[in-house]
């Protein structure tokens, strides 16, 4: 079982930047992909990014190209998203998520999940 431990979340004013980071108690499979989603209030958990577990390959949500970006850290266990540029329509719970299978989460959906993190943007 894979467990996913965000952190990072916090209150900023728009246009300010955030670095949300996630950690993951093992890794169990060698393909996969780990990334982001969230959900806004009222809104369906859209996710917005996410990463294969060798970094080679990355993919990102419209809505946020060019203003974040997803990477690994320096072991395989880490992954961060750096959020700049931050719109009060970022305001959301980011949860970090995985997945076994070698196609990006906005593909084939997340199996692992973690507890999520709030991110409020003030206007």
């Known amino acids: 079982q894979v467990q996913l431990v965000e952190s990072g979340g916090g209150l900023v004013q728009a246009g300010d930047s955030l670095r949300l980071s996630c950690v993951a108690s093992?890794?169990?499979?060698?393909?996969?992909?780990m990334g982001w989603f969230r959900q806004a209030p009222g809104k369906e958990r859209e996710v917005v990014a996410s990463?294969?577990?060798?970094?080679?390959?990355?993919d990102y949500a419209d809505s946020v190209k060019g203003r974040f970006t997803i990477s690994r850290g320096n072991t395989k266990y880490k992954m961060y998203l750096q959020l700049n540029s931050l719109e009060p329509e970022d305001t959301a719970v980011y949860y970090c998520?995985?997945?076994?299978?070698?196609?990006?989460?906005?593909?084939?959906?997340?199996?692992?999940w973690g507890q999520g993190t709030q991110v409020t943007v003030s206007a």
């Open positions: 998520a995985a997945n076994s299978y070698p196609q990006p989460l906005r593909t084939r959906g997340a199996a692992y």
């Open positions: 093992t890794r169990t499979f060698s393909t996969g992909f």
């Open positions: 990463i294969s577990w060798s970094g080679g390959i990355t």
